[in-house]
């Protein structure tokens, strides 16, 4: 039989993946499952984007210029300008969701053996990228007894080697929900530029920011214009995951034009979804409003009920929908995948997401979680009744 | 400035991009630009994909499953039951367009300086999708005396070494339109299956064959299982190009397994593209009987009208949209240019792509050009009218 290549063998699996047969045989023995464990949220998609394509009037569906049309990266520029970050349509490359611009922005700075340095826990299939770019991720430990901030700048500068081609940064973060400040910032742009290398951030979750803080962009350092790369997706902002759209931004011109080069391989990001993604510019203000206000309440009440769980830890979000928990157990893959094997409570039992998986590093996270709250306040409640008791039978077995 | 990869450098850009700033210049000047470069379809897409999308009731548009949705895999397997492939759901995985198909395959199969062998000339983005992973295309010369037809089998034994892991082939083949016989895959899958490497067929073309002529997949040998890998796409099938729906199918357990982790990483396939394909597999017979009319009398006129160009050579094709012509210049790139920016025939000029970006072979096809016949009649007589005139012109400068 021919043979699989080392890479293909290399590739991880998704840590949610592994758990997903567990879920299915739980739910075909009539267990109601809770699913914090995943990133799509029950929000509606904005009703502008979703009618722009119902009323389309496609007769041949075309390809679309690889880049995105001018009129759509147009339009991006005004949304980032509201956003104060200054740039012009050229600067926008289009994207086939975030997951696409992240493996362009791999392919365009790094060869193979090449490094990126990112604070872990991160999105685990950043490791997917860069295995399939055979680009190793040299992780940096963020720690949950300091909310997940940023790391010492000096810790850094200890890891910053010639293979070192960016510090990957995600703000707010998956899975942490850390947000991070102007100054944490000024200092991963200070560090960047001293050693010539590329920062780049992943703020996808940019409108997911509460209490009245304000999300600081990497592109709203003036200065950075030669080492700043954002990679954005429509996913979480318009709650259309389905769509597939993203972008990458940067005003360095070769990253840009080495960017569309790969682009042109594969022709063109899908043509619906780009009908949807530029009507969804268009969503009043007051749908992100009534979405945050819900995010809050969510989280809120989720960090509230977790926090009476004795021997449990959580680090409150600021952004984003997730926060990590550190589970008063051993091995988080085996309480989770108990969970869905061995206990109910009423008939419904709740899917997490351990968190070893945003590791980079053996051993980590290996009792902590990842939990979204991508669900309703009253079954976030519920979810968290489950957990406690599951929690108390785990530990008392 | 931080340095941009090798690879990025090495990624080729588009050999019909390099025009396109010369097309929008004609355009500017009131000159109309006839597109033979190009593989859009003007044919309209099924109605029955367009109403699907209209009349979709989605209203949070979520992630689909990353291997895509289980009814459309089954339905797939139905398609492909009807063509003589007899596959299951289970050996499809679902892709953003051919294009990723391609480069889960290549991800799947081959490391850093595997080699890929792939008849000549070909579809110019494999070299693009084979840069991005490090693999090398080594390419074996078909040439338009035969036809473009398979080169000798023992030049291809010639070529495979330990670093070999598959032969690549697209059948129908873009550029040359030139269909492979069964006596032609059956000596491929002996070689293949002698040397245990891969044979990868792209067959999106597999409905566009002409005059009774029957395709014959590399799935059809019963006796490939682990060996065959068909790269699919709805792209042209269905005249949606924008949708970015294909798939990979193997009956080889390890390569749909190991190309699901690929496919895990990117998350989903677009989801109203999903939508408009499982519909479009309801189109009704007809539609293709009329599409299949159409090319094939545009086939005719454009094959007849180029062979009256004196010293002037043509493939007659038997599938696909393009054919590949030989023109009495020394360099059809330099032919390609002129004719955007110094020539025109009442207003009007062509647009055609220059044959060299489907050669890896330093040198082959500099006097050739891709003609896709993807434009009506009349447009097409008009085409080839204004060809004419510009090689004497050209010629006579």
């Keep these: 039989m021919p043979s699989i290549s080392k890479k293909g063998h290399l590739m991880p699996e998704s840590p949610i993946r592994k758990l997903a047969p567990f879920a299915e045989k739980a739910k075909k023995l009539g267990i109601k499952v809770l699913h914090l464990n995943i990133g799509q949220p029950d929000i509606e998609t904005p009703k502008i984007a979703l009618d ?12 679309a210029p690889s880049e995105g049309s001018e009129s759509y990266r147009e339009k991006l520029a005004d949304y980032y300008a509201k956003h104060h970050i200054n740039v012009d349509s050229k600067d926008i490359l289009v994207t086939t969701g975030g997951s696409e611009a992240l493996s362009f922005v791999i392919g365009t700075i790094a060869d193979v053996g090449d490094e990126i340095i990112v604070p872990e826990p991160f999105y685990a299939n950043y490791y997917g990228f860069a ?6 991720i040299t992780p940096i430990a963020s720690r949950i007894e300091d909310d997940f901030a940023l790391p010492p ?5 200890k890891l910053i080697s010639p ?3 960016a510090i990957l940064i995600n703000n707010p973060n998956n899975p942490t929900g850390y947000l991070y400040s102007k100054e944490e910032i000024k200092k991963l742009a200070a560090i960047v530029k001293k050693h010539d290398i590329f920062l780049v951030a992943d703020e996808v979750y940019r409108e997911f920011i509460y209490e009245g ?8 350092e003036s200065d950075l214009d030669n080492n700043a790369i954002i990679i954005d997706s429509v996913s979480k902002r318009y709650s259309m995951c389905g769509a597939r759209i993203g972008c990458l931004v940067s005003r360095n011109e070769s990253v840009i034009k080495t960017a569309l080069k790969f682009a042109q391989a594969r022709l063109s990001p899908p043509t619906y979804a780009l009908v949807a993604s530029e009507a969804a510019l268009e969503t009043p ?16 009440v989720l ?23 550190e589970l008063p157990v051993k091995n988080a893959d085996d309480f989770a995948r108990w969970l869905l094997e061995s206990f109910n409570l009423n008939n419904e039992t709740i899917m997490i997401a351990p968190a070893a998986g945003f590791y980079a590093t053996d051993g980590l996270g290996r009792n902590q979680a990842r939990i979204a709250y991508v669900l309703e306040k009253e079954s976030l409640k519920r979810a968290v009744r489950i957990l406690k008791e599951a ?3 785990y530990n008392g077995k």
Excluded: M, W
């Design 131 to 136: 295995s399939a770019n055979g680009v190793k």
């Design 303 to 325: 960090i509230t009920e977790l926090q009476k769980i004795k021997g449990l830890k959580v680090a409150k979000p600021n952004g984003a929908f997730y926060c990590i928990a």
């Design 153 to 157: 700048i000096e810790e850094f500068e």
């Design 52 to 63: 722009a394509v119902k009323n389309n009037n496609i007769t041949i569906l075309a390809y």
């Design 391 to 393: 929690l108390t039978t």
């Design 285 to 300: 203000e007051s749908y992100f409003i009534e979405v945050k206000e819900e995010y809050v309440s969510r989280r809120d």
């Design 163 to 165: 293979k070192t081609k």
């Design 213 to 220: 803080k304000q999300h600081y962009s990497i592109l709203q």
